[in-house]
């Protein structure tokens, strides 16, 4: 049997080459061979992950529009660590453990405030916005040798890009640039950092991380699991593309039918809905079902104009598709001019069959009141959409109903029933086939770093 694979052809515009944002990028091998499954539900290979790989790790702590000004700070938290990320008075991002070196109690409690400095409130140690000891609760009954150090905050690198704020554990690790895989340009072209966090969601699931991610990593199991899904986007044909260091994207086309649907002409209700929701009046659109995203894409532009948008070194797959942008090892964007959705698929503190999905979704708005976030971005009435009030974490634990759409639920419920599978002596390993390239990819990097090789 050949070796090609069908997969190889499904390139969204064959024109580009390899060095355009857009274009089909060289094949990465990663081989055939399935892994060992315990993967996904063992307390060894979940220590090895933490000792091996969050540790050691660039992570998505953040985005900068959630720390605008001097002293607001975030809280990250990965298993049991948890990590202050906050704004400088020279406008940089500094990061430290939420710990205080005097006798180890956390220094803040809540996922964003504002601060001048930290205050410890168990003996009231004082710390500057940039770590340093600024002041000792009776200094005098303290030998010297005990604090001729001058202990501050310890510090955890940080590095932002493209409004993102990453961190990382390791004093020794690569500069986040050598290690993150996307073209220089690539993240940078959304401007993600004039977009503003208008929900987020923080939801405990049943499954371990690596099966969050691997089901938001391709389009293969939309027909099965999402059948509702087929009338308004592509499965087959999404173009799946491998950085280095773990990364990748699909592309997946949006505003048209999946080519499984047999009917490729008429515009039925799901295309009008789409039309619709970008505020195009789809009884005056004339053209086929093939042609509505190209219709969308030619409204946004001219929208973008109007709103003082620059959208003109956007192509028109960007206007109108998904660039599902995978960031090693646990986040998805999904990227697009008016938004973003950024999820991160972080482990639970002790139980490998459980994560927890987190999903921000962030909107960029524009002077004009009449311009409403786009409905398929699922924000709920009521929210502010500018970005002066920004929503507090909802956080929903497993069971509860998170309120975030009906392709979501499907997926929690699909999950449980997929990480039973794994666990069980019947199952030998995935069978990744190329449309789940972006799988095996960000997995054998997984290897690497638990391995030791990284
Ligand atoms: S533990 Fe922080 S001042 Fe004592
Ligand atoms: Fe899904």
């Not at 000792?136 to 993102?164: M, W, Y």
């Not at 459980?354 to 708005?365: E, P, Q």
Request: aromatic letters at 10%.
């Amino acid at each position: 049997m050949s070796d090609r694979n069908e997969v190889e052809d499904w390139v969204i515009n064959p024109e580009l080459s390899s060095d355009d944002l857009e274009g089909k990028q060289a094949h990465i091998d990663n081989g055939t061979e399935p892994l060992d499954p315990y993967r996904y539900y063992s307390e060894d290979f979940m220590e090895l992950e933490w000792e091996r790989l969050w540790t050691r790790v660039w992570q998505l702590a953040g985005v900068e529009s959630d720390i605008p000004e001097a002293g607001d700070y975030l809280l990250y938290k990965i298993r049991h660590e948890e990590i202050i990320v906050v704004r400088q008075d020279d406008n940089s991002v500094k990061a430290f453990y939420n710990v205080c070196p005097h006798r180890g109690n956390r220094l803040v409690f809540n996922d964003r405030g504002t601060l001048m400095q930290f205050t410890c409130a168990f003996h009231s140690w004082q710390f500057g916005l940039n770590g340093c000891l600024k002041k000792i609760t009776d200094e005098q009954t303290f030998k010297s040798d005990v604090i001729k150090h001058r202990p501050g905050l310890t510090n955890v690198r940080c590095e932002t890009r493209a409004g993102l704020i990453f961190i990382n554990m390791d004093e020794e690790a690569p500069p986040l640039t050598d290690r993150l895989g996307l073209p220089e340009g690539y993240l940078e072209q959304y401007q993600i950092e004039k977009m503003n966090v208008v929900r987020h969601v923080v939801a405990e699931w049943g499954a371990n991380w690596k099966n969050g991610v691997d089901a938001f990593y391709e389009t293969y199991h939309l027909h099965a699991i999402h059948p509702q899904t087929q009338g308004v986007m592509a499965d087959i044909g999404t173009q799946y593309d491998l950085y280095p260091h773990g990364s990748q994207r699909m592309i997946v086309p949006i505003g048209c039918k999946s080519p499984r649907v047999e009917d490729q002409e008429s515009v039925d209700a799901g295309l009008n809905y789409m039309m619709t929701s970008e505020g195009m009046d789809a009884s005056k659109f004339t053209g086929t079902a093939s042609e509505v995203r190209f219709a969308i894409a030619k409204h946004k532009r001219e929208r973008a104009r109007k709103l003082g948008f620059d959208y003109d070194h956007f192509s028109d797959t960007q206007l109108m598709d998904s660039w599902a942008t995978g960031i090693f090892p646990n986040v998805q964007i999904g990227m697009h001019p008016e938004g973003c959705f950024l999820m991160r698929f972080m482990p639970h503190p002790t139980d490998p069959q459980k994560f927890y999905y987190d999903t921000m979704s962030l909107f960029r708005a524009a002077e004009d009141p009449n311009y409403k976030a786009p409905d398929w971005m699922g924000v709920p009435d009521g929210i502010d959409l500018t970005g002066s009030h920004r929503p507090d974490t909802e956080y929903v634990a497993i069971g509860e109903p998170a309120n975030l759409g009906e392709v979501l639920e499907q997926d929690v419920q699909l999950l449980q029933d997929v990480q039973a599978g794994t666990h069980s002596r019947g199952f030998k390993g995935a069978l990744w086939g190329e449309q789940e390239q972006r799988i095996r990819h960000y997995q054998r990097e997984v290897d690497r770093y638990v391995d030791g090789e990284k």
